[in-house]
Every structure is written in C-alpha cells, then in structure tokens.
C-alpha cells in the first residue's frame, strides 16, 4: 500500500469516527459554521475568532467562504475526536469533524 503521508509522520493518527475505523491529522480539525447564525448574529469573522479562541493552539489555516467551512490547526495535546464533539455540539457550527487522511493502494 502507497500512503500520501511519510512513513512515521506523527501527525496522523488512527481513532474512530461515528462508528468507523479513520486517520486523521491530529494537528487540524475541519470546522462547517451554521449559516444561519453566521447570517443572523453574527460575521463570518467573528465565528472564526470564537472557534479559534476556545481551540487549544487555535488558528485558522484555510476558509472557504464559498462553503463556510474551515480548517484550523490544533496543539498536540488535543484530543481531535474529542474537540470535534464539542464543537459539533455549538450552535453557531453544523458540524466539526477530525481532517480525514486518505490512502492509495
């Protein structure tokens, strides 16, 4: 099997994801904002700096403005199955989830 990762890259890790087995970078998590909030309350900016602010390490690495989702990068101490839970669980996000890593055969 070809991964897309280097051999021993710490970064990706194995867990578990709504009932499946996944890798996943432990340094990211992927963020969807809820549209309607973003709409109602408050800026695209302002989600940002709140979900940064209470992320361990927190900071933005890419948005899509397009689709409201973004990606931000993560302390190492963080459990990213963990954290995406949480974070699913606030209104003002439909979902979080860990940053998926494929592999090729």
Same mark, same amino acid.
């Given at each position: ?45 302002? $989600? ?11 900071? $933005?690495?890419? $948005? ?42």
């Amino acid at each position: 099997m070809v991964s897309d990762t280097p051999q021993g890259d710490r970064t990706i890790q194995k867990g578990t994801w709504k009932g499946r087995p996944i890798r996943y970078r432990s340094n990211r998590i992927i963020v969807k904002f809820n549209p309607a909030v973003q709409n109602a309350h408050t800026s695209l900016d302002q $989600l940002i700096e709140t979900i940064a602010a209470i992320i361990p390490g927190g900071q $933005l690495i890419r $948005l899509s403005q397009k689709s409201g989702r973004a990606i931000f990068g993560v302390a190492s101490t963080v459990d990213i199955i963990e954290l995406a839970n949480v974070l699913s669980a606030r209104d003002d996000v439909d979902y979080a989830e860990p940053d998926l890593v494929d592999s090729t055969a």
